[in-house]
């Protein structure tokens, strides 16, 4: 019998960069659990029927997620988004997190296209309705930029990780091992762009990060340090030729 991080870890090596709020819809199914960090909380109840319906068209689409079974659970989400539009409006906070999910769903079923909207639009309601400075918009934007990459646009990805960045930085409510993965991540596509000395001042913050939160002795930290002596050999190395 898997222990449910056992399940996660092969159900997330089995779909490639499936983005945070899918993961947690999925999380929820296997660990009973919900991260509801990072601005993705509802903050306003809807009416009791309502909620109770979005909350168990939301619960089976996890557990459908779990399985893989990516459309079967895609009416159930469609469904729980259009819920919340009727009962909060198109533009409300609370749209956001569904509509990032069924992004997340969309982008690991390679239907980029499609996802591409759903995407933006759940960044142009949390840009507004959070500020631009804000972690859960820097994951939105990661999770864009990612459905990017998986189709090979590496241009159109790097000015959303870019903003992801900045967004990071200026977040009061960052978490700061969320920034530290995404940090390590940022420093490994800026290095396959060609761009080591931006790499490397990403991969220092990084690993600054680590230290602060799990201790230069942490086997994290360690293959982050690791990473950044090889960016500070490129870049140096490079300096002295």
């Known amino acids: 019998m898997l222990k449910a991080r056992e399940l996660l870890f092969l159900l997330y090596a089995g779909v490639e960069r499936l983005g945070q709020p899918l993961r947690r819809l999925i999380d929820r199914s296997v660990m009973g659990t919900m991260d509801e960090a990072k601005g993705d909380a ?3 109840i809807l009416a009791t029927k309502e909620e109770k319906e979005c909350a168990e068209l939301e ?3 996890a557990e459908l997620c779990a399985s893989q079974d990516f459309n079967g659970a895609e009416p159930h ?3 729980a988004l259009v819920l919340r539009e009727t009962a909060l409006g198109p533009f409300h906070r609370d749209v956001a997190p569904a509509l990032a999910t069924l992004g997340g769903l969309l982008r690991a079923q390679g239907r980029f296209e499609l996802a591409e909207p759903v995407y933006e639009r759940a960044l142009a309601i949390k840009e507004k309705t959070l500020g631009r400075g804000h972690a859960s ?4 934007l990661t999770d864009l930029a ?3 990459r998986s189709r ?3 241009a159109a990805a790097e000015p959303l990780l870019a903003r992801a960045n900045a967004a990071y930085g200026e977040a009061l409510d960052c978490d700061a091992v969320e920034f530290g993965y995404f940090l390590n991540n940022y420093a490994s596509f800026l290095d396959s762009r060609g761009k ?3 790499a490397l001042l990403a991969s220092q913050r990084a690993v600054h990060i680590f230290e602060s939160e799990f201790g230069p002795s942490d086997e994290k930290t360690k293959i982050a340090a ?3 002596a090889y960016l500070e050999s490129k870049v140096h190395g490079a300096d002295h030729k």
């Open 42 to 44: 509802p903050c306003t």
């Open 59 to 61: 619960d089976l689409a």
């Open 152 to 154: 090979g646009d590496l």
């Open 77 to 79: 989400l469609r469904r």
């Open 137 to 140: 918009v820097a994951e939105t």
């Open 196 to 198: 080591p000395a931006e």
């Open 146 to 148: 990612e459905m990017h």
């Open 226 to 228: 690791g990473w950044m």
